[in-house]
């Protein structure tokens, strides 16, 4: 078969790996033709694409980013630009179309299947693990581990001047990286999209906390945070090429915050892209060779219309469909029955 490959979004820590895998059990054991479709959905519109083998892949497992390139849009985006991808399969002589890439890019692969039928297979990726459908998403590991780090080392530098650290982590819609990141660095308080917070119980936290001879505390902050209303004044919104909310500095409003209502000396940490780049961890490296694996195995079982997926230890197919439109966010016992508990 001539399977292509594409990652779209975002790039993510683990992309490379997925890659690598799909290719070395197509290559190897199928006996088929791999290609890399460059920049996402525009090469696939453009026929702009690079083969693909297991030498050009070698020393590939451990590099962060994506060899093909990456960017957000959609061939719907474009007059013409779904026929175009549909004629760039005709050319190309593709027999499936491998798509790694968030909510956006497997929306559109299951919109390019169920309206033109074309022979597409999805996988999870996001460092926010926001997709419905599975319990984890690659990329999401490293992304906590690169924001625990950050908060043990903010840990020292706030316990020295006795400062209120305000963390801020990725997260649109969800907080997972937040909660997780809060709970494995000790924060004094997690705040995330899922719960609108109230600024006075984060410095009532925090007034409880001096009163008890602890001056340094970490507040961890996802960016898609939102202050309860009427609580405290939100951010304007700013909106990109996409009609996406621009996020971040979230942080910085809440420091501001805290340090006047409370007088601590508070300082903000934007977290932002590092989050995203270098070297995915081990878990990570499995995950996504795990799943470019399975990807592989579902293009040559017809698995037309699906998304590779983990199920508890076990590696599923789940339909497209399922995910479209839907964000995966925290699991709220995680949160009210771990996080909060070493809250303050």
């Not at 890399?36 to 590099?63: C, I, K, Q, T």
């Not at 004094?188 to 925090?206: G, K, Y």
């Not at 405290?232 to 996020?247: E, I, N, P, S």
Request: charged letters at 20%; proline letters at 3%; glycine letters at 14%.
């Amino acid at each position: 078969m001539r399977v292509g490959i594409l990652t779209g979004g975002g790039d993510c820590p683990g992309l490379n790996a997925v890659i690598r895998a799909i290719v070395r059990k197509g290559e190897t054991v199928h006996e088929d033709e791999l290609i890399g479709f460059l920049d996402a959905w525009d090469g696939v519109r453009e026929g702009r694409f690079m083969p693909l083998d297991v030498g050009s892949l070698r020393g590939m497992l451990p590099r962060g980013g994506t060899l093909l390139g990456t960017r957000r849009g959609s061939p719907y985006d474009h007059e013409g630009g779904p026929e175009a991808v549909v004629e760039s399969f005709a050319q190309l002589g593709l027999d499936a179309l491998v798509v790694i890439g968030g909510n956006g890019s497997l929306s559109v692969a299951c919109n390019l299947h169920e309206d033109f039928g074309l022979p597409i297979i999805g996988v999870p990726k996001t460092i926010d693990n926001d997709v419905v459908g599975t319990d984890i998403t690659f990329g999401f590991n490293t992304a906590v581990q690169i924001a625990t780090d950050a908060i043990d080392r903010l840990h020292t530098t706030a316990e020295s001047h006795d400062r209120v650290m305000v963390v801020e982590v990725m997260g649109r819609h969800s907080g997972w990286i937040a909660t997780h990141a809060g709970i494995a660095g000790g924060a004094t308080a997690i705040l995330i999209p899922e719960r609108p917070f109230d600024i006075e119980d984060v410095c009532e936290l925090l007034h409880q906390r001096h009163e008890r001879g602890r001056y340094a505390s970490i507040v961890v902050v996802a960016e898609g945070a939102e202050p309860r209303i009427g609580t405290m004044r939100a951010r304007d919104k700013v909106y990109d090429q996409f009609g996406h909310v621009r996020l971040g500095g979230v942080a910085e409003t809440i420091a501001h915050a805290i340090e006047d209502r409370t007088g601590f000396e508070t300082r903000m940490v934007l977290l932002g892209h590092i989050q995203r780049g270098g070297t995915p961890t081990a878990f990570d490296r499995v995950l996504s060779t795990r799943y470019g694996v399975a990807a592989i195995d579902a293009v040559h079982a017809g698995a037309w219309g699906q998304m590779v997926a983990m199920h508890g230890d076990d590696v599923v197919t789940v339909p497209l469909k399922e995910t479209v439109g839907k964000t995966r966010g925290v699991d709220m016992s995680l949160y009210h029955d771990v996080a909060e508990v070493f809250f303050g």
